[in-house]
Nanobody
Framework: QVALKESGGGLVQPGGSLQLACEVSGWTVGDAPLAWFRQGPGKEREFVANIGFSETDQYVADSLRGRFTISRANLRNTVFLQMNSLKLEDTGVYSC???????????????WGQGTQVTVSS
């Protein structure tokens, strides 16, 4: 079974930065797509970013592009999410996921981590 573990969440003031990491274990099929999703208070889960076989094969949600960056260390099966200029509305539980192909839909991902809390507050 594939397992994912997020880390790096915490409390940060508006305008601050955080870097999240997700370590993937039990993955035996090479460079599979990985993604980040988030769910804020009272909101539906939304797509943040994904990355595939190459770091050039990636996509960041239009509303987040320029502030959020996704990257991957394939040999260590780790995906990062760098978040800059954080806003109050960025608050939520951030989860990483693994799937068989690139997608922006949560339902297309088969394996999920438990999530890490990001709280942006003054």
């Amino acid at each position: 079974q594939v397992a994912l573990k997020e880390s790096g969440g915490g409390l940060v003031q508006p305008g601050g930065s955080l870097q999240l990491a997700c370590e993937v274990s039990g993955w035996t099929v090479g460079d599979a797509p990985l993604a980040w999703f988030r769910q804020g208070p009272g909101k539906e889960r939304e797509f943040v970013a994904n990355i595939g076989f190459s770091e050039t094969d990636q996509y960041v949600a239009d509303s987040l592009r320029g502030r959020f960056t996704i990257s991957r260390a394939n040999l260590r099966n780790t995906v990062f999410l760098q978040m800059n200029s954080l806003k109050l509305e960025d608050t939520g539980v951030y989860s990483c996921a693994a799937g068989a192909y690139m997608s922006v839909l949560a339902s297309d991902y088969n394996y999920w981590g438990q999530g890490t809390q990001v709280t942006v507050s003054s």
